[in-house]
């Protein structure tokens, strides 16, 4: 071990470099620049909206509620275009003249012609 006279020169050679030390002075300027920070960080009303709808919970509901409304409005528009399908194919058929005709339909029409006469 190293005896106590070394140890305390040790001690008064640091306390002794500390001798020259001022205090330490902040640039003119830094409380201006500090409190233009503080108020460029009040929040407005947009900035604390978005920042409740990035939390993840909102997210996530928010996220579960669009599905389950994409989930009602595609589950009832299929019930309704399956109950007016056929009613859409005969509205169809009928404006481009595309009743299924046979050979009995000809005929009784060419019947119905002469028999009328």
């Known amino acids: 071990m190293k005896n106590k006279g070394h140890i305390q020169q ?11 030390v001022e205090r330490a002075t902040p640039d003119p300027f830094l409380f201006t620049r500090v409190m233009a920070s503080l108020k460029r960080d009040e929040k407005n009303f947009w900035s604390s909206a978005l920042a409740f709808l990035s939390r993840p919970t909102v997210a996530f509901a928010m996220i579960v509620i ?14 309704e275009s399956s109950q007016s399908t056929p009613e859409g194919e005969q509205l169809f058929a009928d404006e481009y003249n595309l009743t299924a005709n046979t050979i009995y339909d000809s005929t009784s029409d060419l019947n119905e012609t002469i028999h009328t006469k």
């Open 66 to 79: 669009a599905i389950f409304v994409n989930a009602v409005i595609y589950y009832q528009s299929t019930s």
């Open 10 to 20: 040790e001690v008064d050679k640091t306390l002794s470099s500390l001798d020259g």
